[in-house]
């Protein structure tokens, strides 16, 4: 049974950087797409950022182009989301999710992933 653990997510300045990581246990990541998305209050969950099975293929939301870079490490079952030049706005609850195929969808809806961590909270204040 999938389950996934995020870390790293806490409390920084505007314009700082946080690293986000995913860790998987029981199945391996190397054969799924895995996403990040956030959940702010009162606001609907969103995806963030989505990578392929074998890095090979990443997408962003618009708002987070270039400042954020998702990268995985299969030989230890552990994606990652490095986050920099936050903004207040970027303030939620970041979870990771995993898809039980190979690539990324498109939109990144929260129904094509099956799989989800308890989530991390990332604040960044003013």
């Known amino acids: 049974q999938w389950q996934l653990v995020e870390s790293g997510g806490g409390l920084v300045q505007a314009g700082g950087s946080l690293r986000l990581s995913c860790a998987a246990s029981?199945?391996?990541?190397?054969?799924?797409?895995v996403g990040w998305f956030r959940q702010a209050p009162g606001k609907e969950r969103e995806g963030v950022s989505c990578?392929?099975?074998?890095?090979?293929?990443?997408n962003y939301a618009d708002s987070v182009k270039g400042r954020f870079t998702i990268s995985r490490d299969n030989a230890k079952n552990t994606v990652y989301l490095q986050m920099n030049s936050l903004k207040p706005e970027d303030t939620a609850i970041y979870y990771c999710?995993?898809?039980?195929?190979?690539?990324?969808?498109?939109?990144?809806?929260?129904?094509?992933?099956?799989?989800w961590g308890q989530g991390t909270q990332v604040t960044v204040s003013s």
């Open positions: 990578i392929s099975n074998n890095g090979g293929s990443t």
């Open positions: 999710a995993a898809r039980g195929l190979r690539g990324c969808p498109a939109p990144m809806s929260t129904e094509y992933f099956g799989a």
């Open positions: 029981g199945h391996t990541l190397d054969y799924v797409a």
